[in-house]
């Protein structure tokens, strides 16, 4: 027995599912693979696979925005109780959580890849988290590196201020857009 035929057989036993026959001769697409996978099969039928999945995914989104929102209201002058040295971290809080979201984001696309792939809304919702994380590291380049944010009056300039609220808007369109694939998902 091969290491993924093992993985595959605790997956299926963890979740309590029953592994799906597949007829050997039929040739898979890498989407159906996905969702016929130990992985896939173990998040779409287990009885708390998607919702233990979809809560980490949850609790990621909260980290990433939650972090995000308080540097860019701090950089737009609404939280000056907070020091600008305090930012870098919270951005590392941030990032932390975007791998949560990434990992447990990924695990569900496998329980539901062929409808999501097809699903424009899904893949505006990518494209914003892609720009979102592109911002995100600019941010942290250049307006809260070490040497920046030893004095607090970079966060006053007009480039620091218009990339908050460019931020502030990406992460609100994300949760709005993420929102919408219950509602405007594409049906295959």
Same mark, same amino acid.
């Given at each position: 027995m091969s290491i993924v035929d093992w993985l595959s057989q605790v997956t299926y036993s963890v979740c309590g599912v029953e592994a799906m026959e597949v007829d050997p001769s039929v040739a898979l697409t890498t989407l159906d693979w996905m969702e016929q996978s130990a992985l896939g099969v173990c998040v779409a039928q287990s009885w708390g696979g998607y919702y233990i999945m979809l809560g980490f995914h949850s609790l990621g989104l909260a980290m990433i925005v939650g972090a995000l929102m308080v540097v860019d209201l701090r950089i737009l002058g609404v939280a000056r109780g907070i020091s600008a040295q305090?930012?870098? !971290?919270?951005?590392?809080?941030?990032?932390?959580?975007?791998?949560?979201?990434?990992?447990?984001?990924?695990?569900?696309?496998?329980?539901?890849?062929?409808? *999501?792939?097809?699903?424009?809304?899904?893949?505006? !919702?990518?494209? %914003?988290?892609?720009?979102? *994380?592109?911002?995100?590291?600019?941010?942290? !380049?250049?307006? %809260?590196?070490?040497?920046?944010?030893?004095?607090?009056?970079?966060?006053?300039?007009?480039?620091?201020?218009?990339?908050?609220?460019?931020?502030?808007?990406?992460?609100? &369109?994300?949760?709005?857009?993420?929102? *919408?694939?219950?509602? %405007?998902?594409? &049906?295959?």
């Open positions: 305090a930012l870098p !971290k919270l951005v590392t809080l941030g990032w932390w959580g975007f791998w949560i979201n990434a990992l447990s984001g990924v695990i569900i696309f496998f329980s539901e890849a062929n409808k *999501m792939f097809y699903d424009n809304t899904f893949r505006w !919702k990518i494209v %914003l988290i892609a720009v979102g *994380m592109i911002t995100t590291w600019w941010l942290s !380049k250049t307006i %809260l590196n070490p040497g920046a944010t030893r004095d607090a009056a970079v966060l006053d300039t007009g480039s620091a201020k218009a990339q908050a609220v460019f931020s502030l808007a990406l992460w609100i &369109a994300v949760i709005i857009v993420g929102r *919408m694939i219950a509602y %405007l998902g594409a &049906a295959y």
